[in-house]
């Protein structure tokens, strides 16, 4: 009689699909930075079955309906794994209320902000007062604000030190201001309708004791840090390696370790890619200059071997990476169907073997749009065998005979937008 195919993965583990609640896939507007196939596509080989799509470096960026209609609409047909959406709050529709109802009533996870420059023309720095004024619409909704939290204020540089030097960009973004940004955010979380507040890639271990002491005080702030300050450091990078330069900056070696001891204590609820691509171009790899090269780093398709290879050096299991990379996340977006294992739940899983080797570029085909990553060549703990979504099959390293393959192959696209009810 015919019944459910069964697979037998043997010794294999099988882990909820992650839930990545930062990524840029950039379309509409810039697909060639990366776009919803590729990014997707890259998704699905790393294990990751749900991605939370930023409101910029789209074009237009994501800050009104109109435009939230069109990057659902850019999306259709490209969609290899699940995606969520953030709007974006800046401080032409922070005051409009209706603006923000309609926006969040079409379905965003919540609203993203930055409390400095983003870099990208449409989507401005939001100051103090903007915050204050969309908390409110938010709390009223109970979504979250996401932001980037460093707050600028003057730096004192050497004007002739090296840009190749990646210490002479770290010196551009100093601790101090994520510090005063994260200070700020936890002074007005208690007075603003009771909308939680989500602290965007934590790179300072210095803040990790503010936000330890919010949540003791029953403030509703949450945290995520990144795979890159989890995984790289400052002295480690080499000159003119711009293909590590994301803001805030990766940071020092004991500044590393301490963030793994925030993931062990709490006062880091989840891990995040911030997938961030750029054409090779605007890197400028050639040049090596620090301080012209655009910053973001790309990622979203090592997150599980990358985190699991320095989780195991420290200690931790197979259990931690669920909650920091599937179960937590899940639950601060309110994706109440995805992160865990359990019935009624989608059927999204990562079939993976966490002791065999892999180099990426070699051995792992890279599926994003650029191959350029601080990555490439890194030899990681962790192969991905296959990953399913919703009980379909959307990746597999196997070939017909079992046997892993380089030439990975993905089905579908099987993927849906997943709007907040």
Request: net charge negative; charged share 25%.
């Amino acid at each position: 009689p015919k019944g459910p195919k069964v697979t037998d993965y043997g010794a294999l583990v099988i882990s909820p699909g992650l839930v990545d609640i930062h990524v840029h896939l950039n379309e509409p507007g810039r697909e060639e930075w990366e776009g919803f196939e590729t990014g997707t596509k890259a998704a699905a080989a790393g294990g990751v079955t749900t991605v939370v799509d930023m409101p910029l470096n789209s074009y237009p960026t994501i800050c009104d309906a109109a435009t939230f209609d069109g990057k659902l609409a850019a999306s259709e047909g490209k969609l290899h794994v699940d995606v969520a959406f953030w709007g974006g709050l800046v401080p032409q529709n922070a005051h409009n209320e209706s603006v923000l109802d309609e926006l969040i009533e079409r379905g965003v996870v919540g609203l993203k902000t930055f409390m400095s420059p983003s870099g990208i023309g449409d989507f401005e720095q939001s100051f103090k007062p903007d915050l204050e004024a969309a908390l409110k619409t938010l709390g009223k909704h109970q979504v979250p604000l996401m932001a980037h939290a460093e707050l600028p204020s003057d730096v004192d540089l050497d004007p002739n030190a090296d840009p190749r030097k990646y210490a002479t960009y770290l010196a551009t973004r100093p601790r101090k201001w994520e510090q005063d940004a994260i200070a700020q955010l936890v002074e007005i979380a208690s007075r603003t309708g009771g909308a939680p507040i989500h602290i965007a890639h934590v790179s300072d271990a210095d803040s990790l004791e503010m936000i330890a002491e919010a949540g003791r005080q029953g403030k509703r702030i949450t945290s995520e840090t990144c795979t890159h300050y989890l995984t790289f450091a400052a002295e480690e990078i080499p000159d003119g390696s711009t293909l590590h330069k994301c803001a805030p900056p990766i940071r020092e070696a004991e500044n590393r370790e301490r963030l793994w001891e925030g993931i062990k204590n709490g006062s880091l609820t989840f891990v995040s890619s911030d997938h961030s691509p750029a054409p090779p171009g605007d890197k400028l790899v050639e040049e090596g200059d620090f301080l012209r090269a655009w910053g973001g780093i790309s990622s979203l398709q090592f997150s599980l071997p990358a985190t699991w290879t320095q989780a195991l050096a420290r200690g931790l299991n197979l259990a931690d990476i669920a909650e920091i990379w599937s179960a937590r996340p899940a639950a601060v977006v309110g994706l109440g169907a995805k992160g865990i294992i359990a019935a009624g739940k989608d059927a999204d899983f990562v079939v993976w073997d966490p002791d065999a080797e892999i180099t990426v570029g070699e051995d792992w085909k890279v599926e994003h749009k650029h191959k350029l990553t601080p990555y490439h060549g890194m030899k990681m703990k962790g192969k991905i065998v296959a990953t399913y979504l919703r009980g379909e099959k959307i990746y597999s390293s196997l070939d017909e005979r079992g046997k892993y393959s380089h030439n990975h192959r993905a089905a579908g696209p099987y993927g849906r937008p997943l709007l907040r009810k």
